[in-house]
């Protein structure tokens, strides 16, 4: 099954700058309105972890143009397991970047807890990044050169801090690497580095952990070992986990389902399971792209 948007005639998109700029809705510009018409952002019983309002963010200019994100208002709560899915060229990828602080908006701002990283300069950036966010990344990201207990303590080192040794033993023996931790990555299987990642990622405990397709390089059996970790830090820890995923099985591990389409939140599920989370894919098959936007 693919989730690709079938391809439709070219639509006329006006500028970004100029419909920004009027205050203009994109139905009022004949740009596509979401499947659903989207709540308010949603408000959390606990405080939001991640909190993003009006954001706009496009690629380009003129004809060339690709609007990303069409003013994105969301929140994600503190303890929570959120998913963010779409088909390609929707924006999750570049909505996660944007929430991380590792790509900028034209438009709009980012919170993460109480501290808004929208406008920060790359100093206090990278300070924030280091001392409030946690990553996993699809590709490991793990330096060759240390071992397996090196990489999971090396943001606390960059910090010249140290880790808390009770909390660490607790991450390490969640992820069953306590006889992995003098290996180099080298000598390691991918799920066991991604399991490496997963405890550098909470090392330091973070405000939030961003994951960016953690499963996408991993069999079955790793990607379930690496997604019950995550669902487990969750409960156990109280951890908050934005995951973009492509994969419906992996999002049925979340507490919810962002989901994006021409760079617009269209649908908001709660409790997924793998077919609720195919069934509003499919939704998305015979959407009509717009001329210029990324696929």
């Known amino acids: 099954m693919t989730f690709f948007p079938a391809r439709g005639p070219k639509r006329v998109r006006p500028d970004l700058n100029s419909l920004v700029a009027t205050g203009k809705t994109p139905d009022q510009e004949g740009l596509p309105v979401p499947l659903a018409t989207p709540p308010a952002p949603h408000l959390t019983r606990t405080r939001a972890a991640v909190t993003a309002t009006g954001l706009w963010r496009a690629y380009g200019s003129g004809e060339a143009q690709v609007v990303a994100l069409r003013d994105v208002s969301v929140e994600f709560a503190s303890g929570a397991f959120t998913a963010i899915m779409g088909p390609s060229g929707s924006g999750k990828s570049t909505l996660m970047h944007c929430l991380a602080g590792l790509d900028t908006t034209d438009r709009g701002t980012v919170n993460i807890g109480d501290a808004t990283i929208t406008g920060l300069g790359d100093k206090a950036l990278t300070r924030l990044r280091r001392d409030k966010i946690g990553f996993i990344f699809q590709q490991f990201n793990l330096l060759p050169t240390l071992t397996a207990e090196e990489n999971i303590q090396l943001p606390a080192s960059i910090a010249g801090a140290k880790a808390d040794p ?22 390691l299987s991918g799920g066991q580095q991604q399991r490496v990642a997963c405890a550098r990622a909470l090392a330091t405990r973070p405000e ?88």
Do not use: C
Not at 169 to 187: W, Y
Not at 224 to 239: C, T
């Open 208 to 295: 939030v952990v961003f994951a960016d397709e953690p499963t996408g390089n991993l069999d079955t059996r790793s990607s379930g070992e690496v997604l019950r970790f995550l669902r487990k830090s969750v409960d156990d820890f109280g951890q908050t986990i934005v995951m973009v995923t492509h994969d419906p099985s992996a999002a049925a591990y979340a507490d919810r389902v962002v989901f994006l389409a021409d760079g617009q939140i269209v649908h908001d599920l709660r409790e997924p399971t793998a077919d609720t989370v195919i069934d509003t894919m499919r939704g998305f098959e015979n959407r009509v792209p717009l001329a210029g936007e990324a696929r």
């Open 166 to 187: 009770e909390w660490l033993r607790r991450v390490i023996d969640t992820l069953d690497l306590r006889d992995r931790l003098t290996h180099k990555p080298t000598e």
